[in-house]
């Protein structure tokens, strides 16, 4: 017991890690996309985890309420629009996946050894303390919210501009010819 | 090891990352390839994540938010494009796709 209250967040860390890649590779190697999208599920989930643990209390709840619900039901409901049980693929595959797999590596390889050799201070144990203007203490969300309304306003717009342009995107690529 | 720190976060992030590139290479199903967009998407706003816990400022999770925004356009857009080549081809295999030899 007192093992798991003086390394709680490295054990949460490591389930929740090791949840989200076994999930990530089932997303990639599921024959079936339906059973991918859970994995893809699962995987949001733990991330949410994870950016609770870094204290991104706000992020966490956008991650499931935009990847776990909105995203989630986008694509589970192209997946039955798109009835892949009609579509049955010989193979699963592209035929040089070995040489992707190894090319995955190299790749996972490089960044690993890249930030694992990187030092940092370690960061404070506590969460980072945000006050307003007039020097009260705020929550997360709270500092988002003034951070997005105040320093990042016009990006904030040009992102709904953005959303609605890709709105209306998917209307036309999506209608009857 | 029992110390959690940024690069913890960041080795996990380069993991998500290789398979999520790994996936967008091997697979032929368009379904599987955005969803492998997806995770490395996810792995890109990890890193955002530990970075802003690390520098005790905001800007990585406002970054994030904007990149999870970015994200959902992209879904909704790429799967506009699979229903089309859906009605166009009644398969979502990517190699049914090749008139422009890619």
Known sequence: MEF??????????????????????????????MYGAIALLVTFLSLAALFLLRHAEFLAFVQVFVYGGGIMVLFLFVIMLVNVD??????VFVPNAPLAVVVGLLLLGLLAVVFAGMAFVPADAAPPAFVDVEGTAMGNSEAIAWSLYREYLLPFEIVSVFLLVAMIGAVVLGREQ | MLEIGTQHYLVLSAVLFAVGVTGI????????????????????????IAFSFQHGNLTGQIFAIFSIAVA????????????ALFRLRSTTQLDSAQELQG
Do not use: D, W
């Open chain 1, 86 to 91: 009609r579509l049955k693929e010989s193979r």
């Open chain 1, 4 to 33: 798991l209250t003086a390394h709680g967040q490295a054990i949460l860390f490591y389930l929740f890690a090791a949840v989200a890649v076994v999930a990530a590779c089932f997303v990639v190697t599921m024959r079936n996309p």
């Open chain 2, 25 to 48: 290479l091997v697979r032929r199903n368009m379904i599987t390839v955005l969803m492998s967009i997806e995770l490395v998407f996810n792995a890109a706003n990890l890193n955002l």
């Open chain 2, 72 to 83: 959902a356009g992209e879904a909704a857009v790429g799967l506009g494009i699979l229903l």
